[in-house]
């Protein structure tokens, strides 16, 4: 499955199969921020993070400057996330699912996130309430963690 799609798949299942419009509201205000965050995730968040880590899967090293790029990217989210409980609403929607998956390699892989308060803060958060996360997530971390030890700075 494509990252790409990871997008469209979840707010498909947040509409069909949610038992309210809790996760993707009805409002259209609230859906154009939700989809400004998840093409936030993707053609910045993402790439950024992709651009860095992908020369080591073919056996180069990562250039820093795009190391410099993800943290400007991070420092975007993290300016964003001041005063928000959640992505969007103050309450867990589509836009917390996309984000975390990208949070949650960059903070699996070594990216040190304490420099970010409010990313941290927000990361924290999500965790404790979508159900099952930690859980989910435990095994593909230590994964993660142990194929990319060593091969990048922070």
Known sequence: MS?????????????TYG????????????RAQIARLQFFDLDTLFARLYAYMSPVF?????????LEKVHES??????????????VENRITVADFTLIAT??????????????????????????QMKGY??????TD?????LLKGKFRN
Not at 134 to 139: A, I, L, P
Request: hydrophobic share 30%; net charge positive; proline share 6%.
């Open 58 to 66: 073919k056996g180069l090293k990562p250039d820093p400057k795009d």
């Open 103 to 128: 949070i949650g390699f960059m903070n699996s892989s070594g990216i040190d996130l304490s420099k970010y308060p409010n990313i941290s803060s927000w990361f924290g958060r999500c965790r404790q």
């Open 3 to 15: 990252y790409k799609r990871i997008r469209a798949i979840l707010t498909y299942l947040a509409e």
């Open 19 to 30: 038992k309210n419009d809790s996760i993707y509201p009805k409002d259209p205000k609230i």
């Open 134 to 139: 930690d859980k989910v997530t435990k095994e």
């Open 74 to 87: 991070l420092k975007w989210l993290n300016s964003y996330l001041e005063g928000h409980f959640f992505a």
């Open 142 to 146: 230590e994964i993660v963690r142990n």
